[in-house]
C-alpha cells in the first residue's frame, strides 16, 4: 500500500504520520530547503511562519473543541504541540523551532515513510495509488497551474502576513508590564503589554497610517482574509478600529495607574528560552525601515531589537465548494485526497486537522474501506462541511468556531450553549470511532 503526500507543512506531516501509523508507506515531497518560499527560513517540516499560537485551549471554545477532537483520534502533531508549549494563558503557543524539530523527527525516523526533499510540480490525472496534496499556502506556480488544470478552476489567492519578533531584552519592562487578560489571582501574566494614552496612540496610528508599505511585486491587488489582516490595514479603517482588534485593553490594568490603558499592544512568548517575543496581531507589510521607526513608538519598545521584521506573502487555496467532497476527496479524481490551508481552511489547528481526516481517509481507501464523512455536530466535521458546501461566489476561507454547529433545540445562555456544543462534538466524536472501527493512534513524541 502506497500514498504520496506533497507538502511538508502541519498538514502534510500529520497526514503522512496518521497513513504511515496504520502500515502505508508513504512518499512525502518538501521542496524546502532546496526550493524556498517567500515566508519560510529554514528546511523543517511544519515550520510555523506566522504566530507561534495554535488559539484557545478552553474546553468550551471552539477552538479548544477542535483540539479535544484532535486528541480523541490521536494526532501527532498536536502532542508535538503540547509538548513544546510556552506561556500563552487559555492558548496554546509553542517554540516553534523545537514544535518543527520534534515533527521532523518524528517523521523523518518513521520506518513507513520517505521524505524526498524536492519540488512535486505535476498532479496526475490518474495513478496507481493515492496522492494527498496539502502544499499549502504558498504553492509553487507550477503545482498550482498543474491544479488549475486539473481541476478546471482558478485558484483564488488572498494576502497573509506575518508578525514581528523583537529580543525580549530590548523591551523596556519599566513602561511594560506582565498580565494575562481578566487576571484575578494577581500572578504574573504570560503576555507582556505596552499600555498606551490617548495622546500615544494618536501619534502611533497617524504614523501607522501613514507609513510606506512595501510594493506587492507581481501582483495586481491584495485580497485580504479577514481574520489576518495586517496591522496597518485595519488602522486604515478608522482611528479607534485598533481598539477594537490588537490594540484592545479590556481586561487589563496598568499597575503604574492602577487604570485601564486607553490602548495595549501585547507581545507573546515566541520561544522556550524566552529571549524572543512576537506583537500579537501585528502582522504587516510595512518596509522594514518603516516597522523600525513606527513600531518604535509603542511605549516600552522605544528601543526594540527586531529579530523578524514582518512581511506578507501571498496564500493560495482551492474554491473547494465545486471540487472537494466532505471525505477531503476530490470530486472528479477520488485518488485525489486535499488538505490545509489550500482546501480553504484557516489556522494551524485546521489545517492539522484536515491533514489527519485525508491521512486516515487516504489509508481506509487503501485499505478497501469507505473513507469517513465526519459528524457536522464535530468541530471538525462542521467545518470540512462549510469548505465543501459553502456558497461558491462568495468562498472565503473558514477558521473553527461555533457558527458552523447546528443550534441546540432548546433555549440556553451562550455559556451553557458553548457547553452542550462541546459535550455534543466529544460525543459525536466517539460514535463515530466506535461505529468506523477507528483505532485512535498514541504519538511518542520527542
Known amino acids: ?222 485580497r485580504f482574509f479577514e481574520g489576518c489582516l495586517p496591522v496597518e490595514e485595519i488602522a486604515s479603517r478608522g482611528r479607534e478600529s485598533l481598539l477594537f482588534g490588537p490594540l484592545r485593553p479590556i481586561g487589563l490594568t496598568d499597575p503604574r495607574t492602577g487604570e485601564r ?16 517575543y512576537n506583537l500579537v496581531g501585528f502582522q504587516t507589510n510595512l518596509r522594514w525601515s518603516e516597522q523600525e521607526r513606527v513600531f518604535r513608538l509603542i511605549p516600552g519598545m522605544e528601543r526594540a531589537s527586531i529579530v523578524r521584521f514582518g512581511q506578507m506573502h501571498r496564500n493560495t487555496f482551492l474554491n473547494s465548494p465545486t471540487i472537494l467532497q466532505p471525505t477531503l476527496q476530490a470530486r472528479r479524481h477520488a485518488h485525489l485526497f486535499f488538505a490545509g490551508q489550500i482546501t480553504g481552511v484557516e489556522g494551524y489547528v485546521g489545517s492539522i486537522a484536515t491533514g489527519l481526516v485525508a491521512g486516515l481517509n487516504a489509508a481506509r481507501l487503501l485499505m478497501g474501506d469507505h473513507p469517513v464523512i465526519l459528524p457536522p455536530a464535530t468541530m471538525l466535521g462542521a467545518l470540512i462541511h462549510y469548505v465543501t458546501h459553502a456558497e461558491i461566489k462568495s468562498f472565503q476561507p473558514m477558521k473553527a468556531n461555533f457558527g458552523l454547529l447546528a443550534p441546540p433545540t432548546h433555549r440556553l445562555h451562550k455559556q451553557e450553549r458553548y457547553r452542550y456544543y462541546a459535550e455534543r462534538a466529544a460525543k459525536a466524536m466517539t460514535r463515530l470511532i466506535q461505529d468506523a472501527g477507528i483505532t485512535p493512534l498514541v504519538p511518542m513524541v520527542q
Open 1 to 222: 500500500m502506497r500514498l504520496s503526500v506533497v507538502g511538508g507543512g502541519l498538514a502534510g506531516s500529520e497526514a503522512a504520520w496518521q497513513a504511515a501509523e496504520r502500515g502505508v508507506q508513504v512518499t512525502l515531497f518538501e521542496m524546502r530547503p532546496a526550493t524556498r518560499t517567500p515566508a519560510h527560513v529554514t528546511g523543517n517540516l511544519a515550520e510555523l511562519v506566522c504566530s507561534n499560537s495554535l488559539g484557545s485551549v478552553l474546553p468550551h471554545r471552539a477552538p479548544g473543541v477542535l483540539k479535544a477532537e484532535l486528541e480523541q483520534l490521536g494526532s501527532l502533531l498536536l502532542a508535538c504541540a503540547r509538548t513544546h508549549a510556552v506561556p500563552a494563558g487559555t492558548a496554546l503557543a509553542v517554540d516553534r523551532t523545537h514544535f518543527a524539530d520534534s515533527v521532523t523527527c518524528a517523521i523523518e525516523s518513521h520506518p513507513n515513510i520517505s521524505v524526498r526533499r524536492e519540488e512535486a510540480t505535476t498532479i496526475l490525472a490518474e495513478a496507481d495509488f493515492p496522492t494527498v496534496i496539502a502544499s499549502g499556502p504558498l504553492t509553487s506556480d507550477s503545482l498550482a497551474e498543474s491544479l488549475q488544470q486539473l481541476t478546471g478552476q482558478e485558484a483564488l489567492s488572498f494576502f497573509d502576513a506575518l508578525a514581528p519578533i523583537v529580543s525580549h531584552d530590548s523591551i523596556d519592562m519599566e513602561t511594560a508590564f506582565r498580565a494575562s487578560r481578566h487576571d484575578k489571582d494577581g500572578s504574573e501574566g504570560d503576555y507582556i503589554n505596552c499600555p498606551m494614552t490617548e495622546a500615544e496612540y494618536e501619534r502611533f496610528w497617524q504614523a501607522l497610517v501613514s507609513a510606506e508599505q512595501t510594493p506587492m511585486r507581481d501582483f495586481e491587488h491584495a
Open 261 to 276: 490603558p486607553f490602548a495595549v499592544v501585547q507581545l507573546r512568548q515566541d520561544n522556550l528560552a524566552a529571549t524572543l
